[in-house]
């Protein structure tokens, strides 16, 4: 069964910075786009960004120019580096490939306060 396994998240105050993690599988890795997903309490999952094999990014509106996303293909390894968070980036960030879902991990909790 393919694992994605998130990491990074954590506490941090509005203006922080965090970077995650995403690791899984080379047959997926090195052949799909990948994606970031979060999901705030009390609301539905949400793409935040997504990634090429080749590494063209695509951001939504809501973290564009504050969020990077990134891919390591040859250590199955894609980053998420978030600058500036505020309070409405406070969710669970899950990792995926959008166009060959795969079973959800458990996703890195991010939390925004002071």
């Known amino acids: 069964q393919v694992q994605l396994v998130e990491s990074g998240g954590g506490l941090v105050p509005p203006g922080g910075s965090l970077r995650l993690s995403c690791s899984g599988p080379?047959?997926?890795?090195?052949?799909?786009?990948m994606a970031w997903y979060r999901q705030a309490p009390g609301k539905q999952r949400e793409l935040v960004a997504d990634?090429?094999?080749?590494?063209?990014?695509m951001y939504k509106d809501f973290v564009r120019g504050r969020f990077t996303i990134s891919r390591d293909n040859a250590q199955n390894t894609m980053y998420l580096q978030m600058n500036d968070l505020t309070t409405e980036d406070t969710a669970v960030y899950y990792c995926?490939?959008?166009?060959?879902?795969?079973?959800w991990g458990e996703g890195t909790l991010v939390t925004v306060s002071s």
């Open positions: 080379g047959n997926i890795f090195k052949i799909y786009r």
């Open positions: 995926n490939a959008p166009n060959n879902l795969q079973a």
């Open positions: 990634v090429s094999v080749s590494g063209s990014p």
